[in-house]
């Protein structure tokens, strides 16, 4: 059984950082792409980085230079180190990985940029 459990979320002034974690089980980590997509109150879900498993990343524009994914296969975790956050950042910040027609989904968690 596929899980995805995301954590580091929380409350963080402008311009201030956080680190997302999301441990993986249920998968063969190391061969697959992973993702942290993001919805804000009201927005659409939208896909704010990637990484493949060769290492190769894709990051939405709007975070481009602010934010980089990692990730470590001998823990079975994706990272999501966001530098610079601004109020639009806010949002539930969502752990996923494709596998054939199948969408995974962590729960979620909660990053809010406010002073």
């Known amino acids: 059984q596929v899980q995805l459990m995301e954590s580091g979320g929380g409350l963080v002034q402008p311009g201030g950082s956080l680190r997302l974690s999301c441990a993986a089980s249920?998968?063969?980590?190391?061969?697959?792409?992973m993702n942290w997509y993001r919805q804000g109150l009201g927005k659409e879900r939208e896909l704010v980085a990637q990484i493949t498993n060769s290492g190769n990343t894709n990051y939405a524009d709007s975070v481009k230079g602010r934010f980089t994914i990692s990730r470590d296969n001998a823990k079975n975790t994706v990272y999501l180190q966001m530098n610079g956050l601004k109020p639009e950042d806010t949002a539930e910040y969502y752990c996923n990985t494709v596998r054939g027609i199948r969408y995974y989904w962590g729960k979620g968690t909660l990053v809010t940029v406010s002073s």
């Open positions: 249920g998968l063969f980590f190391s061969t697959i792409t």
